[in-house]
């Protein structure tokens, strides 16, 4: 019986890993003597690892599939809340914002919650912003001049605490006094903690636009000079005093934290988009 073809001369290919790079055995063929030098310089070409889209042109920023589930990144958002509180301040304050910013506030139970910050002559606004319904749902005013202590530094917890976070923030503490009352220390929905902390918001790197707004950098030296301002067109005690501004951790004393690692873990603090519920 005849064959139709020798198999004689053909070598068994050994088939690589993804991702391996390295030449094997199999892949030195031989070269006849002869050949030119373009040839070799050509197969070696042949064999090396391609050059990606994303290293010859790298993007700083959050892909864009990443962003859209956050509603304040939805086109025209973030600019509602802005000429919001602006009209708000100039009709209930007769004031002027002079800085916006977009930060995450981190409560006394480590809970992080999204906010719309704003400084303008005489008062540090915090507002919790629906950016669902693009509303406003709260304000807290604090005045610049009670304003004693600015603190920047990392996160720092007890050492038994469960839920701990990484970074930086900023603490911003006013009032008479500087010890934090233990009825609202242990109570996670108190509105009379004397302090506000700040970290960088997650949406810091979809945009330049939000790169802008949401620097905590940005926010610290806007604020250092407002309340020094502050103090000394103040008619009250601490006129002529400046405020206090120090680099040192950041004291959050949570100890369980269940609340904050269910409610952090699925970013309950955010306006964000859940998803659809039926079928």
């Known amino acids: 019986m005849s064959t139709i073809g020798s198999f004689e001369g ?3 290919v050994a088939l690589k890993p993804d991702g391996d790079d390295h030449p094997s055995e ?4 031989p070269t006849e003597e002869g050949s030119s ?3 070799s310089v050509a197969s070696r070409m042949a064999r090396q690892p391609s050059v990606t889209e994303a290293a010859l ?3 700083p920023y959050t892909p864009t599939h990443c962003t859209r589930k956050y509603f304040v990144t939805r086109p025209g958002a973030i600019e509602t809340a802005r000429e919001d509180l602006e009209n708000h301040v100039a009709k209930t304050m007769a004031e002027v914002v002079r800085g916006f910013w977009l930060l995450t506030e981190v409560d006394h139970w480590n809970n992080e919650k999204e906010r719309v910050v704003a400084i303008t002559d005489n008062t540090l606004l915090i507002c919790k912003y629906d950016f669902i319904m693009l509303s406003c749902v709260q304000f807290q005013r604090i005045p610049l001049s009670s304003i004693y202590h600015i603190c920047l530094g990392k996160f720092a917890f007890p050492g038994t605490s469960l839920d701990k976070r990484q970074g930086e923030g900023i603490r911003v503490s006013w009032g008479e006094s500087k010890e934090h009352p233990i009825l609202s220390r242990w109570n996670p929905w108190s509105t009379e903690v004397p302090y506000a902390t700040f970290t960088e918001h997650p949406m810091k790197n979809s945009s330049e636009k939000f790169s802008d707004i949401c620097k905590m950098s940005a ?5 250092v000079p407002a309340v020094q301002n502050a103090y000394e067109t103040s008619s009250g005690s601490r006129r002529g005093k400046g405020v206090m501004v120090s680099t040192e951790p950041i004291l959050i004393e949570t100890y369980t ?3 904050s690692f269910i409610g952090n873990r699925n ?3 955010y306006s964000l988009a859940r998803g659809s ?3």
Request: a positive charge; aromatic letters at 14%; proline letters at 7%.
């Open 10 to 12: 053909f070598q068994p």
């Open 26 to 29: 199999t892949d030195r063929l």
């Open 37 to 39: 030098c373009t040839n």
């Open 57 to 59: 042109y790298p993007n």
């Open 219 to 223: 926010f610290t030296a806007k604020l």
């Open 257 to 259: 934290g269940l609340m």
């Open 267 to 269: 970013k309950l603090g």
């Open 277 to 279: 519920i039926g079928f």
